[in-house]
């Protein structure tokens, strides 16, 4: 049964850190909470067989929200800057996010533990971008047009350095 990699890398994974109580639901979901607010929703796709990960990274900035959307989109077209992950933008939250899709034909616990380290990285490298774009800072290569910037001036954003080893805990 397809499902089956899924549950048992996660299942390897949350003993492997130490993590009692992992929740796989019956339509194949989980979501982890990893340094006490970074929520990561981990889904089982059937019909790939194939793992995906998604989380929210940021609130769209009032300030400069058509600038900051073009250039997520922008860099969907940019694997070296997405690093081959999806960013989208959840309307109901208004906030951005990131996803990353896998097939499980290959996939063992140490290759997830990879791309699981990877997702983290960017997960935490997007989050300090949006707070620099609630700051006011213009992403790369954007300009504000129109209704964009409320009559500041802006930035543009450079280089941010990677997070710390992520705490591991059960997310609702």
Request: proline share 4%; aromatic share 10%.
């Amino acid at each position: 049964m397809p499902i089956d990699t899924f549950t048992n890398i996660l299942h390897e994974f949350a003993s492997r850190i130490n993590l009692s109580g992992l929740q796989i639901d019956s339509s194949g979901y989980c979501c982890l909470d990893v340094d006490q607010g970074t929520l990561i929703h981990l889904k089982h796709e059937n019909k790939r067989d194939s793992m995906i990960f998604i989380a929210e990274v940021g609130q769209i900035p009032e300030t400069n929200a058509g600038a900051v959307l073009r250039y997520l989109l922008r860099m969907n077209d940019n694997p070296e800057e997405s690093k081959g992950m999806t960013l989208s933008y959840n309307v109901e939250s208004n906030n951005a996010a990131i996803g990353y899709q896998f097939p499980l034909r290959f996939m063992n616990i140490d290759k997830f533990e990879e791309f699981f380290k990877v997702f983290l990285d960017e997960v935490d490298r997007w989050k300090q971008k949006m707070v620099l774009y609630t700051q006011g800072t213009l992403p790369k290569g954007e300009k504000a047009s129109g209704n964009d910037n409320a009559g500041g001036t802006s930035s543009t954003d450079s280089t941010i350095p990677q997070g710390n080893v992520p705490e591991f805990i059960i997310g609702a």
